[in-house]
């Protein structure tokens, strides 16, 4: 018999909003699609031309990636977050983090005696991961608080998709101390990390001001699908604790999971220029300074948010609820369920849609109107 694992996984989320995704295009002014982070701007030329200067390239690229590559993501940690201390042979492109994330529990060898923590909001592929390697799973914010054996892995994600909510790095600090002693590998998904607002500075799991510069037992996951716009490239890397490094690698070597060789030189031009990133930055900050008091002005509290792409929004009602009421005026969102049972009453706004389509949604939320 073949076949029989996707009955062991959850419904994807995205294929139960058909009914609202329609609603909300029938609107006379068309939709405003605010349900996914998909990146919408143009990629900045200086990668672009990366790309196509390196488009011939005949042969298998290098798991382990360029040499070229690798210093541009240790130069780019340190410049733009503050991380010292990453060795480049402690670095590995991935073939978009999703990918990484969903496969992860399954490099590392974790099986049905294994548990993974995910946040109690979190990312819906963090549990996939789990399932697919056929490990346990559970939601925790506090996982040095669970019952039983530590878990095999813990996954943090600061800022959070779906809720923008930031850790300090006090509480950072604390979770790793606790990974060490437990024996627990800490797994930071840092896609958002260049994305805090209100003079919010997120900080890397492997920030010298959370580890004191031992990456023991961490590893940090980027992606350049928000900063630089790269998500139809497919292009991120993890780095941390080079012993770990290093087993990924010898796993994805073996399973042919490498990086197109002209992905790696456009990932390096992109983390070599820091001008694009911040024009990047800008537009999602212009964004986000219109759709806030848009959406508080309609009726919404907005939680957290103080980083990433998103508005964590409620209005006190079932987010089903709320999904059509911004369905009749042609805003397509995410439910916050998607994300675990706690977001129930809230919806995901994300900040990525071009300026005319936000122009429209700031429009179509003024109760005024």
């Known amino acids: 018999m073949y076949g029989g694992r996707s009955a062991a996984l959850p419904t994807f989320p995205w294929d139960t909003l058909a009914d609202v995704t329609a609603l909300a295009k029938a609107h006379p002014d068309g939709i405003v699609d605010l349900s996914v982070g998909t990146p919408v701007d143009p990629v900045a030329p200086v990668i672009r031309d990366a790309l196509a200067a390196a488009s011939s390239a005949p042969g298998y690229p290098t798991t382990a990636g360029t040499p070229g590559l690798r210093a541009s993501a240790v130069a780019a940690l340190a410049r733009r977050y503050g991380i010292t201390g990453v060795a480049e042979s402690a670095v590995l492109p991935v073939i978009g983090t999703k990918e990484l994330i969903a496969w992860l529990p399954t490099l590392l060898g974790l099986g049905g005696d294994d548990v993974v923590v995910v946040p109690e909001l979190a990312y819906p592929t963090y549990e996939v991961g789990a399932r697919l390697a056929g490990a346990s799973w559970v939601r925790s914010d506090a996982p040095q608080r669970l019952d039983g054996a530590p878990p095999a892995l813990v996954y943090l994600n600061s800022p959070s998709n779906p809720t923008g909510a930031i850790l300090t ?149 079932a987010c089903r609820q709320t999904l059509g009421w911004l369905a009749e005026r042609g805003i397509l969102v995410a439910p916050g369920e998607f994300y675990g049972p706690s977001g129930a009453q809230h919806v995901r706004v994300a900040l990525t849609a071009p300026d005319e389509r936000i122009a429209a949604a700031v429009d179509r939320l003024d109760p005024d109107r």
């Not at 590998?185 to 997120?202: F, K, Q, R």
């Not at 959370?210 to 490239?233: E, N």
């Open 169 to 317: 790095a006090g509480e950072l600090r604390a979770l790793v101390g606790w990974a060490r002693e437990n024996g627990v590998l800490l797994v930071s998904d840092e896609c958002y990390l260049g994305l805090g607002w209100d003079d919010t500075a997120p900080r890397s799991v492997l920030h010298p001001q959370v580890c004191d510069g031992d990456h023991t037992g961490l590893l940090a996951v980027h992606s350049l699908s928000k900063t630089s716009s790269l998500a139809g490239y497919r292009a991120g890397f993890v780095a941390g604790d080079a012993a770990v490094v290093a087993e990924l690698l010898a796993v994805r070597k073996h399973a042919g999971m490498m990086v197109p060789t002209p992905v790696q030189a456009a990932m390096a031009a992109a983390l070599e220029d820091d001008e694009h990133e911040h024009e990047q930055r800008d537009r999602y900050a212009r964004r986000r300074a219109l759709l806030l008091p848009a959406l508080r002005a309609a009726g919404f509290t907005v939680d957290h948010s103080q980083g990433g792409l998103y508005l964590w929004a409620t209005r006190g009602e």
